[in-house]
């Protein structure tokens, strides 16, 4: 393969492509080369994985690249990816790199760098695509290569359950289900969970690469086993995990999925208990009951583009203890920076321990606005030029939008947003409208601008 033909695996905030079509060990040997020639030679890196069939041959095509240019390396298997960050946040290292492909479906991998302090790269992945494609690499002599150290999972997972312990407090016995979706999640979610004195039923909790169990992206659709489980057999709620486990969809105790934002309000009006003031950082997909349900309390929302990255960001420069993103992750800063679904399931198994209401009682007293997220297949090489069309269009009728990220569409009984994935070759649409009907109306107008961008440009 030319190199020229990779160019479309290299995202806003990793590395992503299917396996040995795009990404091949050779390909990951390059990016090894080039991730260490943008280090420091004296660096140190962590290095883990996911469970994906092909991340252990990835991860060794890495490592040996990246030794290759005299990067110290220390590594572990398989860590869900807050894990992973954890060991980065709290270890002696420089830098961190995952591979990983997420949520996407199991021909997929990538790789996802990360700064000393657990959080993702941005502009820097410009600069190791940049050396990538120069191939002008830091390679040191035979006696020069770095050296390689294990580090075992169990000691990473104790030191993690240490750590987080400290910090929150059960008051309750609670029966909640887990559903692991055969991810990385699989080999610590039961154990930590059941360390705070919870009592667990897992699904699909055997680590597996091929997903039998169902899609690695937890959806209302792909959680039907678990959201039947926690109905019938009366548990507290339940949690459904990705792939490579930093996102987190939450069912109630009547087996409903709880809209993120919820989740987000329910952890944020806790938080106003010992802290009048508070900053929540949301992406722009997010639904509006955030500002008028926080707005009211004092709280400033802070809106910005969809990525974890992005996310922590902004956390950063407003000084924000919470952040949420529509695709289930969530960023509580009084831990660290990084996204971690299991402080989630565990914040709100505190919260509700102090509570005497259920789950769905407390669900049920913030409002909902009708919406509905589609996503719509493009190449990667034309979802972005679909949207910019798009955007230019409604410019010059104008049409409110905002441009963080993609095109939102503002009205004043509703909004929609057309996004290019960073992820995954899709343009996603989210619609929310103050009831159906209005709903319903704005679906069909951006499905339309979607239709009449494809015939301009003749990609129809």
């Known amino acids: 393969m030319l190199l020229s033909e990779l160019e479309h695996i290299f995202r806003a905030y990793d590395i992503r492509g299917i396996f040995g079509k795009d990404l091949t060990p050779d390909v990951m ?9 943008f280090l420091d030679k004296d660096s140190k890196v962590f290095v883990a994985r996911d469970n994906r069939t092909s991340s252990e041959i990835l991860q060794h095509a890495f490592i040996s690249g990246l030794a290759s240019t005299g990067v110290e390396i220390y590594y572990s ?16 290292y420089d830098s ?24 993702g790269y941005t502009i820097e992945n410009q600069k190791i695509k940049e050396i990538f494609y120069s191939g002008k690499f830091r390679l040191v002599d035979w006696d020069k290569i770095g050296n390689i150290y ?24 609670f029966n909640i289900a887990i559903d692991c979706g055969n991810g990385a999640q699989s080999v610590v979610a039961p154990y930590i969970l059941r360390e705070f004195g919870l009592n667990i039923i897992s699904l699909n909790a055997q680590p597996d690469g091929r997903f039998p169990g169902r899609d690695p ?13 926690v109905r019938s057999l009366n548990l507290d709620f339940g949690a459904g995990f990705d792939g490579d486990g930093d996102r987190v969809i939450i069912v109630d105790d009547k087996g409903r999925v709880v809209p993120n934002e919820k989740v ?169 409208a103050i009831d159906r009907k209005r709903l319903s109306e704005l679906e069909t107008f951006a499905e339309n601008l979607l239709k009449e961008a494809e015939k301009e440009l003749n990609f129809s």
């Open 264 to 432: 987000a309000i329910i952890i944020a009006k806790d938080m106003l208990k010992d802290k009048k003031e508070l900053n929540v950082v949301a992406n722009v997909s997010c639904s509006m009951i955030l500002e008028q349900e926080l707005g009211k309390l004092g709280v400033k929302i802070y809106r910005v583009r969809v990525g974890d990255v992005f996310i922590t960001e902004a956390m950063k420069k407003y000084k924000a203890r919470l952040g949420v993103e529509l695709s289930s992750h969530f960023f509580l800063a009084d831990f660290y920076y990084f996204d971690d679904p299991l402080l989630v399931v565990l914040r709100l198994a505190e919260i509700l321990s102090k509570n005497d209401l259920k789950l769905s009682e407390i669900v049920d007293q913030i409002p909902s606005y009708p919406n509905i997220t589609k996503n719509f297949r493009y190449d990667d090489r034309i979802k972005f030029k679909i949207v910019e069309n798009i955007k230019e269009k409604l410019l010059k009728k104008g049409y409110t939008i905002d441009t963080t990220d993609g095109v939102k569409v503002i009205f004043e009984d509703g909004w929609f947003i057309l996004r290019p994935s960073n992820t995954s070759p899709l343009i996603r649409l989210t619609v929310e």
């Open 150 to 173: 294990k580090i075992e999972n169990q000691n990473i997972i104790r030191k993690y359950y240490e750590y987080i312990s400290k910090k929150i407090s059960i008051e309750k016995e």
């Open 29 to 37: 040997v390059r990016i090894g080369y080039a991730y260490g020639t």
């Open 96 to 119: 961190g790199a995952y591979i990983t492909a997420s949520h996407n479906p199991p021909e997929f991998n990538g790789i996802r760098f990360r700064h000393s302090d657990g959080t």
């Open 77 to 92: 298997t398989l860590l869900p990816i807050p894990l992973f960050n954890f060991e980065v946040f709290v270890g002696d």
């Open 217 to 229: 992206e937890p959806t209302d659709e792909s959680l039907y086993q678990l959201k039947e489980i």
